[in-house]
């Protein structure tokens, strides 16, 4: 963060497709996106005015099926410069992009294609069209399904592969007029029940979001952003491709989550667009590598973490100077800057959404000298609702609202959100829209909230209480968050609504129990999870975890297994929230022994 600035502001660009073609016009040389291309093993580069040619050739192809403005186009595809394509050329003739996530099940996607009454359809996958297409039969008002890879082995004249529907040469391109309250998306929020619901949002809902983040910090036009969380997801898509756009910042696509370590250190980016999870796995394996190292190792990590985090409260001057500080460039040589060096070694920044950052967690990172501010937003508010300053940094909270957002608590001190973020509604939905926006335009978050010298702190949810028959509450966020920073835990629910006290399902990470069970002399088969020493031992751990909390928090029994809960059962979302009432469903013989006899 040079204060290389060339922010495209709301008064230079009336929606998200002039933003593109304001920045092209800026930076027509300059390179826009980096990826990997897998077919020659190496990483390449697009300019803008490269991104924009191709936007010619989709802006035709979209032409040619006689799509009109309004009209919605799907994407469902990783993070590549081919999502960017698809989504500006669809803007510049004012579609709508409807964004699926790349691992939804085929009914849950078959049902957004028919609920937004989709047209064309670009997927990365063709294998997911066997599912999909249910025995040759589209969704309906489908027009066609686009596909990255060949299509040869599906016999469905709607199939196209894009090489063949791209045209060999872009038309002029004659860009639809539109408004900045003009629908730019509509995103279906995953849902922990029932179906999704479908968030419209207009062009002016997302560029002040993204516009109003920028002007927060000090980015600039020298910033390597890298990518890795789904662009279906509107924190990434707002935070990490509108905005690096806004900035004319460079965008580097990660190859996937499992060679993200090897994608920091080869990209070595500037700011990391991040969800707690990826933290919590390297904060994981920071401390399963130190379990191995000597005492004095040991000592001297909290030693650097201890120092670092007091280095940081000065900074943010909520500290005073000590005589300790003097060991920090010893303690960052020795310590803090071989780990950063694992995230790139140029890192200055990382922005955490989507969830609550364990405490112990941010003090860690913070104190080994990585800056990481940590926000809150919703897909309703196109997201970002608040975040924190560099210079006024609250790590436990979520920041300061945006400019271009108003917050105030209500009933019961739910966080209520108001301004141009917004949302214009849920799509064909009128009575869940009114059930959030009340008459005078308050969006109700479902968050309970504290605001304290103008920093929010989420306190709970409204409908996530467990409530015990002592009449004792206990929020199971917090429970699940401070069990889940154990690494030998993968998911954990904790239950007991009603109940005399609190129990827990938990899925076991796989290579942290070959090392658990070796280290109490039991078989790694799941079935010694049932023996009674091992349940014993598993409380022990998950009940150390709970230390801070009151004593009626305390886990008094567990059910634990292997395999982990994925999309395809059904028991998480997309985002990998749990669906709370499927695992209770899937579990119900289970839970009922877990309280049985008391």
């Known amino acids: 963060m040079n204060n290389k600035q060339d922010y495209i502001t709301p008064q230079s660009a009336n929606n998200l497709s002039e933003l593109f073609y ?46 009109v403005k ?8 990783r993070n590549c410069p081919d999502w960017v394509v698809f989504d500006q050329a669809a803007y510049s003739l004012g579609l709508v992009v409807v964004p699926v996530y790349t691992n939804d099940r085929a009914e849950n996607i078959r049902y957004i294609l028919e609920n937004a009454n989709v047209k064309i359809f670009f997927i990365e996958e063709p294998e997911l069209c066997r599912e999909l297409l249910n025995n040759n039969s589209n969704p309906k008002d489908l027009l066609r399904i686009v596909t990255h890879k060949p299509t040869d082995a599906y016999n469905n004249p709607s199939l196209t592969q894009v090489k063949q529907w791209l045209p060999s040469y872009a038309e002029t391109i004659n860009r639809v007029h539109l408004e900045a309250n003009d629908l730019a998306t509509i995103v279906y929020t995953s849902g922990t ?25 000090c980015f600039d036009t020298d910033d390597v952003f890298l990518s890795f969380l789904p662009l279906s997801h509107m924190f990434e898509r707002t935070a990490g491709y509108y905005m690096p756009m806004l900035i004319g910042a460079k965008i580097a696509y990660a190859r996937s989550i499992e060679k993200l370590g090897e994608d920091l250190i080869s990209i070595s980016p500037t700011i990391l667009v991040t969800v707690p999870r990826i933290f919590e796995r390297v904060y994981n394996k ?29 900074q943010q001057h909520r500290q005073s100077w000590h005589i300790k500080l003097l060991l920090w460039p ?26 609550a950052l364990a405490p112990e967690i941010a003090k860690t990172f913070i104190g080994l000298g990585l800056t990481i501010s940590q926000g809150y937003g919703l ?36 966080l ?60 199971p966020s917090d429970v699940e968050l401070a069990i889940g920073s154990d690494s030998l835990f993968e ?108």
């Open 416 to 475: 209520l959100v108001k301004g141009r973020t917004v949302m214009l509604g849920y799509w064909d939905n009128d009575s869940a829209t009114k059930e959030v926006i009340d008459t005078e335009g308050w969006f109700h978050t479902g968050d309970k909230a504290k605001i304290e010298n103008d920093h929010i702190y989420i306190t709970g949810r409204l409908k996530e209480i467990i409530v015990l028959s002592n009449g004792e509450k206990v929020p």
């Open 286 to 314: 920071i401390h399963d590598q130190l379990s191995q190292k000597s005492p004095i190792a040991q000592g001297l990590f909290k030693l650097a973490v201890n120092v670092g985090w007091h280095r940081f409260l000065v």
């Open 70 to 77: 309004g009209d919605r186009v799907a994407i469902m595809m």
């Open 22 to 67: 304001e920045r092209v016009k800026r930076s027509a040389e300059v390179v826009a996106y980096q990826y990997f291309d897998n077919e020659e093993n190496v990483w390449k580069e697009l300019t803008w005015y490269e991104v924009s040619k191709q936007v010619e050739l989709w802006h035709t192809a979209f032409r040619h099926e006689g799509l």
């Open 330 to 355: 010893l303690l960052k040589k020795l310590v803090a800057a071989k780990i950063l060096a694992k995230l790139g070694g140029r890192l200055e920044l990382a922005v955490s959404g989507g969830a």
């Open 379 to 414: 897909t309703e508010t196109s997201p970002v609702v608040s975040t924190n300053k560099l210079q006024d940094n609250d790590p436990f909270s979520v920041g300061k609202c945006l400019s271009h957002i108003e917050v105030k608590l209500g009933d019961d001190d739910e």
């Open 193 to 217: 029940t029932g179906r999704p619901k479908g968030v419209m949002l207009s062009h002016d809902n997302i560029f002040i979001n993204a516009y109003s983040a920028a002007i927060f910090e």
């Open 491 to 598: 998911q954990v629910i904790v239950m007991g609504e009603a109940k005399p006290f609190l129990t827990a399902i938990v899925t076991i990470e796989p290579e942290s129990w070959q090392q658990f069970a070796k280290s109490i002399n039991v078989d790694v088969a799941e079935s010694s999870l049932e023996l009674d020493k091992v349940k014993e031992l598993l409380l022990k751990r998950i009940n150390q975890q709970l230390s801070q909390f009151p004593g009626y928090a305390k886990i008094i029994r567990v059910h634990a297994v292997i395999k982990p809960w994925d999309i395809e059962s059904g028991l998480i979302t997309p985002t990998l929230k749990l669906k709370r009432e499927k695992i209770h469903a899937t579990y119900e013989k289970e839970i009922i022994g877990l309280y049985d006899g008391h």
